[in-house]
């Protein structure tokens, strides 16, 4: 039963992943966001079969059926990313089978695995769209903003809290701007701030999220530097850095508190 739900899960991620990543692109330019998709090269129609997440594009083998142009790798990649972190955060959220199946009817662990996946999405989408194009999509994240907040509320978390931790989330990326006169860090910054605060109405977990992105982004940024891809000066994506380090947060959070704090 864990199993089949799990799988469950994997082709529902897979789904959004698809679906997310097509939704960045559209965004990108600016195109509506539901006409049937077209191949990116040669405009035709795709089938539905198609369409199916990962197992369209094996069937195609890489390439559009009628002008044989090689379709992105990032589109899969973004397919089986997204069925992996579904099933990965079901897995995760009902470690227990006994847990699983005495809330199975109804309750609202359910919907707060839904707060989860649709962190996990949103982030998602920042890591799609920040990796990709650099930017970070204000409209998108807002909307992402209020819907957490009313899923927040729906779940018993204090309002004032929730509005003080968005508070610190985009202060704290605020006053880098300000400091750095927009230099180190765009105002699309700011409003993820806001975002990981509605995601993580917790000092402590928020805290934690900033911390490990950082923490990300200066492993990276060595890194490329090492491998001389990019000069110090260089850009690197913040957006892409939040968004895995809000992702590890959700996962592990609590267990990387508990450990640090049993440390002191
Ligand atoms: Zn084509």
Redesign the pocket.
């Known amino acids: 039963m864990l199993i089949l739900f799990g799988s469950y899960f994997f082709i529902l991620g897979a789904i959004f992943g698809s679906f997310l990543s097509c939704l960045a692109w559209r965004l990108y330019r600016e195109e509506s966001a539901w006409p049937p998709s077209r191949?990116?090269?040669?405009?035709?129609k795709l089938q539905w079969f198609e369409n199916v997440p990962i197992i369209g594009f094996l069937l195609l083998k890489g390439r559009?059926?009628?002008?044989?142009?090689k379709i992105s790798w990032q589109y899969v990649a973004a397919e089986i990313f997204g069925g992996l972190l579904f099933s990965l955060a079901f897995f995760w959220f009902f470690k227990d089978p006994a847990y699983f199946y005495n809330i199975l009817p109804s309750g609202k662990e359910w919907w707060q695995f839904a707060l989860e996946l649709f962190s996990l999405s949103v982030l998602f989408f920042v890591l799609i769209y920040d990796g990709r194009y650099y930017l970070v999509s204000v409209p998108i994240t807002i909307g992402a903003c209020l819907i957490l907040f009313l899923l927040q509320l729906f779940l018993g978390v204090n309002w004032l809290l929730l509005i003080i931790t968005a508070f610190i989330g985009g202060g704290f990326f605020l006053l880098q701007y300000l400091i750095t006169k927009g230099k180190g860090i765009g105002v699309g910054d700011i409003y993820l701030g806001i975002l990981l605060g509605f995601i993580f109405p917790d000092y402590l977990l928020l805290t934690l999220a900033i911390v490990i992105s950082y923490f990300i982004g200066a492993i990276s940024g060595l890194f490329l530097i090492a491998i001389n891809k990019k000069k110090l000066s260089g850009v690197l994506p913040l957006g892409l850095f939040l968004s895995l380090g809000g992702m590890l947060t959700i996962f592990f959070g609590s267990q990387i508190l508990s450990w640090y704090l049993g440390l002191l």
């Open positions: 191949c990116d090269a040669c405009g035709r559009c059926a009628s002008c044989h142009k």
